[in-house]
């Protein structure tokens, strides 16, 4: 009698994950940019708006290396650092 209830369900369809999910780094590309950010985070007592150069760096290793779609920094929230460096 269960699977009579079930004729008008919804399947389920799988999606794309939303941004900001992405594949683990487990070849340790990007290792050093991650702890060069773990550790300014540390040393700034977790304020992360020291450790932004250090977080663009680190994106910029995931797209370079294919672990997460290549966006332009500005989109991802780096507009300042990228006119400061066009300078």
Known sequence: MSTAMNFG???FKPRAPD???FPLDHL???KG????FMKCLSDSKFDN???RLQSKDYL???MDNQLMTKE???KLGF???MDKAEQ
């Open 9 to 11: 369900a919804k399947t």
């Open 19 to 21: 941004k900001g999910a």
């Open 60 to 62: 910029q290793c995931r």
């Open 33 to 36: 940019f991650k702890d060069a």
């Open 49 to 51: 708006s020291k450790c």
């Open 79 to 81: 507009k300042d650092l």
């Open 72 to 74: 332009p920094m500005e």
């Open 28 to 30: 340790g590309e990007c």
